[in-house]
């Protein structure tokens, strides 16, 4: 290629041309080498008054052009954005896709594809149906089971969770019983973040609170695989309530149910296939790009039921029985979002994901032998997945805030502070086969 890329002329943006082929080169070639790279760097946020003067506007009448568009996400932009999938990333839950997920990634933005109808969308929708069924077996659950990747965890749960609703709804009316003033949810305080005891859930905590809120509770739900430590609630002592109660069961596995695909781990979520609904996410620790979440039914039509559209135009697809995408969550147009996982796994085979699993396992157990063994050190609780939480005595939350930062300004790693009732601490977050022990223990050294 020669020459900077000239902007294309409003008329021919659209049309295939010396130009914007340039221009597709230009940007395929900036992805290929990213996708590659072995060594991009961690990067960090700066502040909005040094990003403005650095990156200033690239908005105009005229556009800057493509050359120039691309240099400013490249030197400004990208690097005020932190590798979420650099090894030494830590923090939250981080992303480790796989170069096959990654590189399918930009299939599916070229090829157009609409995710929320078999009509418009049938071969991309059989095969993410078909890493939902896949993943609805390991599950234990029936083979009639299925549902819809959407955006992300908080969308899956709240999807679950109205179907949930409307169930329940369904119910109180057929019964011809009082409608309940409030709806309510049975769930850990641990669901997403936040102290408890040990922060395990368990049948008999949830038996009191049914029995104190009775028939206003149209759900519970459990954690498999809590976002702060990784921990997985009963599943079986809670599943066993469900029948009793006839209550929605809905199991929140955004992180830690990936787990369950690992020999090493699978024993811990036990009861996960009496569940009504469940959801996982690809972008965490099944290696695919931001951003999926698969939402999991164990009877489909109750989904649908809940969240099918209805308007004039759409009558054409809501009028059959195709499986359309759209019907089972809280979206109507979507991207095909499962296809990076379908084509990593259909490339890699489940072995491959079992293994890479099993990995960031032993890991956690590996630094947290580590981090027993060290003076000074010491581990909140034992590591059940893949997230590690420790103290260094005597260290405040500013000690730990000052270490973090210096660890990010150092490019060194990303982890954050957190705390746990009440008391700082930090916390690796291992999901990366990447991640190695001895860029643990370099961390670890940093904190003497
Ligand atoms: C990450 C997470 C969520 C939220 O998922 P998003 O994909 O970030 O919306 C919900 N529940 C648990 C247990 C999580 O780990």
Redesign the pocket.
Same mark, same amino acid.
């Given at each position: 290629m020669s020459g900077p890329v000239a902007p294309p002329s409003r008329a021919s943006m659209h049309e295939v041309s010396v130009p914007t082929t340039d221009l597709v080169e230009l940007v395929l070639r900036y992805a290929r080498d990213r996708i590659l790279s072995d060594d991009t760097p961690l990067d960090k946020p700066i502040p909005p008054v040094d990003l403005a003067r650095l990156a200033g506007r690239s908005i105009d009448e005229h556009g800057i052009g493509a050359d120039r568009a691309l240099a400013r996400f490249e030197h400004v932009l990208a690097p005020a954005c932190i590798t979420t999938d650099h090894p030494q990333y830590l923090s939250f839950?981080p992303t480790a896709p796989t170069k096959a997920a990654v590189a399918f990634d930009l299939v599916v933005s070229a090829s157009a594809l609409y995710g929320g109808s078999w009509l418009e969308g049938a071969g991309a929708v059989y095969a993410e149906n078909e890493v939902l069924s896949w993943l609805a077996a390991e599950f234990g659950l029936p083979s009639g089971a299925g549902g819809v990747f959407v955006q992300? %965890?908080?969308l899956g749960?709240l999807s679950a969770l109205v179907a949930a609703r409307e169930h329940a709804r369904g119910a109180v009316a057929r019964d011809g019983a009082e409608m309940p003033q409030r709806w309510k949810v049975v769930c850990s305080a641990e669901a997403?973040s936040a102290p408890g005891e040990d922060g395990v859930l368990r049948g008999a905590a949830v038996r009191s609170a049914l029995d104190e809120h009775g028939a206003s509770v149209f759900a519970v739900v459990a @954690?498999a %695989?809590? @976002?702060n430590f990784g921990i997985v609630d009963d599943l079986a002592s809670i599943a066993a309530l469900t029948d009793e109660f006839d209550v929605w069961f809905h199991v929140?596995g955004?992180?830690g149910l990936a787990g369950m695909l690992s020999p090493a781990a699978r024993h811990r979520f036990s009861g996960v296939e009496r569940a009504d609904s469940v959801i996982v996410?690809p972008h965490?620790w099944l290696f695919a790009p931001f951003d999926a979440?698969a939402l999991i039914y164990r009877d489909p039509e109750s989904g649908r039921r809940a969240h099918t559209q209805h308007a004039e135009y759409l009558d054409t697809l809501t009028e059959t029985s195709e499986w359309s995408p759209s019907d089972y969550a809280a979206h109507l147009t979507r991207r095909a979002r499962g296809l990076p996982l379908w084509f990593s796994l259909a490339t890699h085979g489940a072995a491959a994901y079992r293994e890479a699993i099993g990995a960031s396992i032993r890991l956690a157990q590996d630094i947290a032998r580590e981090i027993e063994r060290r003076d000074g050190f010491s581990l909140v609780r034992e590591p059940q997945l893949s997230v590690v939480v420790f103290e260094r005595e005597g260290w405040t939350k500013a000690d730990y805030a000052r270490w973090s930062a210096r660890l990010l300004d150092e490019q060194h790693a990303f982890v954050t502070p957190s705390s746990h009732a009440g008391r700082p601490n930090t916390r690796f977050a291992i999901v990366n086969p990447k991640t190695s022990l001895e860029q643990l223990t370099a961390i670890l050294d940093t904190m003497a």
């Open positions: 839950i992300g %965890g908080t749960n997403h @954690t %695989g809590s @976002t929140d955004a992180y996410d965490k979440c």
